[in-house]
């Protein structure tokens, strides 16, 4: 309870500091969803995507 007390005084008590809250977690979230994105796609797609077949290619 003191810890979400805490958050929100410092936080989400004035509207300037919740935009602000706001507009950085928006970027962190977009940048966490598309790295974890791009992870899935790769891991279901190994040995199909171009940048994998140049390693054949030299050998």
């Keep these: 309870l003191a810890l979400s007390v805490s958050i929100y005084l ?4 004035r509207t ?3 935009a602000i809250t706001i507009m950085v977690g928006a ?3 977009e ?6 994105g791009d992870a899935i796609f ?6 199909n ?4 077949e ?3 290619e030299s050998k």
């Design 49 to 52: 995507l171009q940048k994998e």
């Design 10 to 13: 410092q936080l989400f008590r």
């Design 16 to 18: 300037s500091t919740f």
């Design 27 to 29: 970027v962190f979230f």
């Design 42 to 47: 790769e891991q279901m797609n190994r040995g």
């Design 54 to 56: 140049h390693a054949y």
């Design 31 to 36: 940048r966490l969803f598309d790295q974890g």
